[in-house]
């Protein structure tokens, strides 16, 4: 009996030894699995958090009555192409400016009333330091903005180019750095390469206007058109439009950018017959 009960104590021994020494490496096994199950979360987090959120009705829309930010042709997500229109302006886009503007002269530029009904003032105002003329390019816009296929056509909008004072909106050329930042600090993400409305802001980005779109088949004065014409549409109150068909001409609110489903490029509002050329809502 002595000798049994000396055997069963060792046994005892032995399985608690062994059991002492299997604890710390179930205990090791345990915290690997842990760690490396919360590094595949925050792995998983950080992917979905890494993903930019991209930030377009059959008629016209009613402008609103105190404009925020916007998306645009303009909101989009960092797969825009950057590649250039065939005419595109042999004009240097440096990655970004001093932020500071000049305000193109009304007085130097035919800066009559386009339109008839609610008449908006505006600006153009260019970043310093590019080689785009503020003058020049306000003349563009106020031809633009006369155009009888324009925003005018519905006899509700009109449109006058002013200087000094105060103003509705500001058509801003600017270098994708200071896009950035202005269009970021309404929370748009333009990524350096598109435009956006910002509050009363009509911000051009200087590569849109310089290379244009390769979706865009057309000249580079009517890509400035389209540019115009999409962000003063969301300065009016218009969302953004998809496609209505294959072979239709795309409304000026899609965001032709980012592909035409199906339709025509199309630089304007309204065709040449004073139709709206409009599409479903984007989803």
């Not at 059959?58 to 997500?77: K, L, R, V, Y």
């Not at 530029?109 to 339109?115: C, D």
Request: proline share 5%; hydrophobic share 40%.
């Amino acid at each position: 009996m002595s000798r049994n009960r000396t055997a069963d104590r060792r046994r005892r021994k032995r399985t608690t030894a062994l059991r002492l020494l299997a604890a710390p490496a179930l205990l090791a096994a345990v915290i690997c699995a842990a760690a490396l199950a919360m590094g595949q979360e925050d792995g998983a987090q950080v992917a979905k958090q890494a993903v930019p959120t991209p930030s377009v009705s059959t008629s016209p829309a009613a402008p609103t009555a105190s404009p925020s930010a916007s998306p645009s042709e303009s909101e989009t997500d960092s797969a825009v192409s950057v590649a250039a229109t065939a005419t595109a302006l042999a004009i240097p886009v440096p990655s970004t400016g001093p932020g500071s503007f000049r305000t193109a002269s009304a007085g130097a530029v035919h800066a009559a009333t386009a339109g008839k009904g609610t008449v908006l003032r505006y600006k153009v105002q260019v970043e310093k330091g590019i080689a785009v003329d503020a003058d020049e390019a306000a003349e563009e816009v106020v031809a633009i903005l006369a155009d009888k296929r324009g925003w005018t056509a519905n006899g509700k909008n009109g449109f006058k180019l002013v200087s000094s004072g105060k103003s509705d909106f500001i058509v801003k050329i600017a270098t994708p750095g200071t896009v950035d930042k202005l269009c970021g600090a309404v929370g748009l993400k333009t990524y350096g390469k598109v435009n956006c409305r910002a509050g009363a802001s009509v911000v051009v980005n200087l590569r849109r206007w310089v290379d244009g779109s390769p979706e865009f088949d057309g000249t580079i004065g009517d890509y400035h058109a389209l540019i115009v014409n999409h962000e003063v549409g969301h300065r009016l109150g218009h969302g953004h439009l998809t496609c209505a068909g294959k072979g239709k001409l795309a409304p000026v609110m899609m965001q032709q950018i980012k592909g035409l489903k199906g339709c025509k490029a199309n630089a304007w509002p309204y065709d040449e017959d004073g139709d709206y050329i409009s599409g479903p809502a984007e989803s």
